[in-house]
């Protein structure tokens, strides 16, 4: 059955610290593997990964893609108290369709 | 340009009843993409539309549930006889092209109580 792992659950950090954030995923006709962050509401985009061994970066975030073993990492350094959200990681297939994970509740405290 | 914008945003209706849901994806797109998220979890795959190829509905829970996207572009997503168990947020995203990019838009989504 295709699914999505994430892990942990749910973390609690102090500004400052760095954090790795963990999602495998079992999918038959892989495509890609995405990032999302969730505030209140809606879930925004933060990276697409296809290659495996190649880090995307945006500022202080970062995640990369591991095809073989099948999972991926996202990590935020020097986090901040804006930080704190739902991480979603999601795969789609070839055929477009998208499988979320129940996602990473991280919360930075000051 | 606009963003993905769905309505209504708070939806509180009585266990039986039907419900419409709607979303407009950013123009141009051309994949559309339903979701449902309970309190406290992930998004649940409902259905979705890429161009005028027959919809993949294989996330639907039930046969209560059925969407429609109109012109390849508007959507609705109705709930029929709802229950309790309905209850959720029902977000909608757009892509600009499955296989060109999956990176997914989504709105701010339809908070829907079944009281």
């Known amino acids: 059955e295709d699914k999505v792992v994430q892990s942990p659950l749910s973390l609690v950090v102090h500004e400052g610290d760095t954090v790795t954030l963990n999602c495998s995923y079992e999918?038959?006709?892989?495509?890609?593997l995405l990032w999302y962050k969730q505030e209140k509401k809606a879930p925004t985009f933060l990276f697409m990964l296809?290659?495996?061994?190649i880090e995307k970066k945006s500022g202080r975030l970062s995640s990369i893609l591991d095809k073989k073993e099948l999972f991926s990492i996202l990590n935020i350094t020097a986090t901040q108290t804006g930080d704190s959200a739902v991480y979603l990681c999601a795969y789609s297939t070839n055929a477009g369709k998208s499988t979320f994970g129940d996602g990473t509740t991280l919360t930075v405290k000051p | 340009g606009a963003g993905v914008s769905q309505s209504p945003s708070n939806k509180v209706t009585e266990k039986g009843k039907d419900v419409e849901l709607r979303c407009d994806p950013i123009?141009?797109?051309?994949?559309l993409y339903w979701y449902r998220q309970s309190l406290g979890q992930g998004l649940e795959f409902l259905i979705y539309f890429q161009g005028n190829s027959a919809p993949d509905k294989s996330g639907l829970p039930s046969d209560r549930f059925s969407a429609e996207r109109t012109g390849g572009s508007v959507s609705t997503l109705t709930i029929q006889r709802t229950q309790q168990e309905d209850s959720a947020v029902y977000l909608c995203?757009?892509?600009?092209?499955?296989?060109?990019?999956?990176?997914?838009?989504f709105g701010p989504g339809t908070r829907l109580t079944v009281l």
């Open positions: 999918v038959t006709n892989f495509r890609s």
């Open positions: 995203a757009s892509s600009l092209q499955a296989g060109a990019t999956d990176t997914q838009y």
């Open positions: 296809t290659s495996s061994g």
């Open positions: 123009s141009g797109h051309t994949a």
